[in-house]
């Protein structure tokens, strides 16, 4: 008990160094290890926006860091700026695990891969970039690479720049990655005519974190996220509910989308410790503020509405932390 109180200053500082029982001492210890496991997975939004461009909401992206894994799903826009806000270099993120191939989900690619080269003291890419997703992520990934060519090969000849190349895993349904303890399991979900669409399962040490993807209301996404600690999922507001369609285009994305209400059922039968909304777009900004009540008039769970940079830690209990 004595070393681990040393090893953190914090925890030093919250257990009461007065006391001397024994008893009293191993309600200490039952905090400081409480405290210790409190933090099994962290999971942090990059990006909770969508196509509708936003200083605020960056594209999709959420880092999930569990034991010694550090794992990115989803690389939209500007995912490389915000690891940098955690001071984590582009060159730090070796695996990517993609949800489907729209645009908001991916255009940060090519962003990330390249920068990692750019020479960086906290860290470049050594290996390759190893990258899991739906069939047609080989194709956007070589595409991507091969329109950077002439750069690459520059980078490569003249400075000797590693970790250019990709790894590419096409998946399907099912366990697509085990290292260090930690699990990751892709399933499919109902994202329209955007197929395949996949959410991801990520359980490590008892404790699990699920990643929605771009999703409706789906009975495989409510399978396989049954009592999660923390569900990530996607939301779209294309109108208020007594309000009218302004189009045809808004009434279409709404439907291989997830309402508030609609998460509100999900939800339901997920039964979170902890939901957490990302890919917030609305269509007019006055709808963002009624996205938590819509969806507690269905569930009266815990939910919260993510912002970018919002980390939650998930352990014996699940903490949002926000500065
Ligand atoms: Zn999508
Ligand atoms: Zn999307």
Do not use: C
């Not at 008893?23 to 409480?34: G, L, M, V």
Request: charged content about 25%; proline content about 3%; overall charge negative.
């Amino acid at each position: 008990m004595e070393t681990q109180s040393k090893s953190d200053e914090n925890e030093a500082k919250e257990s009461n160094q007065d006391s001397n029982s024994s008893s009293e001492q191993n309600d200490d210890t039952d905090k400081i290890a409480q405290e210790e496991s409190s933090a099994d997975i962290k999971v942090t939004l990059l990006g909770t926006g969508s196509p509708v461009l936003s200083m605020d909401r960056f594209g999709s992206a959420t880092l999930v860091e569990a034991g010694d894994e550090r794992l990115l799903f989803d690389v939209g826009r500007g995912a490389a700026l915000r690891l940098d806000q955690m001071d984590i270099a582009p060159g730090m993120i070796d695996k990517l695990f993609v949800t489907h191939l729209h645009h908001d989900h991916t255009v940060g690619f090519a962003d990330l891969h390249i920068t990692a080269a750019v020479p960086d003291p906290r860290g470049n890419r050594e290996g390759d970039f190893q990258v899991w997703g739906p069939k047609g992520t080989e194709n956007m990934v070589n595409s991507t690479i091969q329109a950077f060519e002439v750069d690459i090969q520059t980078r490569k000849k003249v400075e000797g720049a590693s970790g250019l190349e990709a790894e590419v895993h096409e998946i399907e349904e099912g366990v697509v990655y085990e290292n260090n303890g930690v699990e990751v399991i892709a399933f499919n979900v109902d994202h329209g005519p955007m197929k395949p669409a996949l959410g991801y399962r990520i359980n490590y040490n008892g404790h699990s974190v699920v990643i929605s993807g771009d999703t409706t209301y789906s009975e495989n996404l409510i399978k396989y996220a049954k009592d999660t600690d923390l569900l990530v999922q996607e939301v779209v507001v294309v109108k208020g509910p007594e309000e009218e369609y302004q189009s045809e285009a808004h009434k279409n994305i709404e439907a291989y989308h997830t309402t508030p209400e609609q998460a509100g059922e999900i939800f339901k039968e997920v039964n979170p410790k902890l939901a957490v909304f990302t890919h917030i777009a609305t269509f007019l900004p006055e709808h963002e503020a009624t996205i938590v009540d819509r969806t507690n008039e269905i569930y009266d769970g815990k939910v919260v509405l993510g912002e970018d940079l919002m980390t939650i830690e998930i352990g014996a209990e699940v903490k949002v932390i926000q500065d």
